[in-house]
């Protein structure tokens, strides 16, 4: 079975700090892909990044980037000089990375709310 | 190009009531998937369509929850009788295309927030 913890539930921040969001995962599969999603106050998921499992280069997007280590299953997620509108929930994903009919149903962690201060 | 849309936004009902909840996935978007979030928890996958077949049910919580896509476009997912555990928020997804070479990215709506009283 999958599985994916994010053990900060809340994070509160100051404008221009850098913040680090954990996210450790289990799966059976040699292969999978990792995702990051963004829910601001609005309410829906904004997709920000999918990973594969042979793919451990760390990847950087603006103010956002990735760490991910297969060898502690994980794939953290770092804000550069957080901004106000930063503030939202942020949850981790798993999925299987077979394409298939099945289709590729997400495992998602608890999610940790960031809240940037001005 | 509009994105995944659900109706109601939010839902306030009686436990035993019933309450029907729809989403509308991006045009020619054959996935179609239900999730919710209970009580502040992680988002859990609840089933899973392919235009109008039900592909993957594993994650229905029990009978009470029926969800249908009749003519493989919008979707409805129905709560009879809605208990105080099924309060949270219920989103809807959508991908293109189930036989695709390549990943096919979810794209969520909304959700719709239900509170059982």
């Known amino acids: 079975a999958q599985k994916v913890t994010q053990a900060q539930t809340e994070i509160s921040v100051v404008e221009k700090e850098d913040v680090t969001l954990d996210c450790v995962y289990e799966?059976?599969?040699?292969?999978?892909?990792l995702f990051w999603y963004k829910q601001p106050p609005s309410g829906e998921l904004v997709f920000l990044i999918r990973r594969n499992s042979f793919d451990e280069q760390n990847e950087i997007s603006g103010r956002y980037s990735w760490n991910f280590q297969k060898s502690t299953s994980s794939f953290n997620f770092t804000i550069t000089a957080s901004q106000v509108v930063d503030s939202a929930v942020y949850f981790c994903?798993?999925?299987?990375?077979?394409?298939?009919?099945?289709?590729?149903?997400?495992?998602f962690g608890g999610g940790t709310r960031v809240l940037v201060k001005p | 190009e509009a994105g995944v849309t659900q109706f109601p936004s939010h839902s306030v009902i009686e436990k035993g009531q019933t309450v029907t909840l729809r989403c509308d996935p991006i045009s020619g978007h054959d996935n179609l998937y239900w999730y919710r979030r209970v009580m502040g928890k992680e988002i859990k996958f609840l089933l899973h369509f392919v235009k109008e077949s039900k592909q993957d049910e594993s994650g229905m919580p029990n009978n009470r929850f029926l969800a249908e896509r009749t003519g493989g476009t919008y979707s409805t997912l129905k709560v009879q009788p809605a208990e105080l555990e099924d309060s949270g928020v219920y989103f809807c997804?959508?991908?293109?295309?189930?036989?695709?070479?390549?990943?096919?990215?979810?794209?969520f709506g909304p959700g719709t927030r239900l509170t059982v009283l």
């Open positions: 799966t059976r599969d040699t292969t999978y892909y």
């Open positions: 994903a798993l999925s299987d990375f077979m394409i298939k009919a099945a289709g590729n149903k997400l495992t």
């Open positions: 997804a959508s991908s293109q295309d189930p036989y695709a070479s390549s990943y096919n990215e979810q794209f």
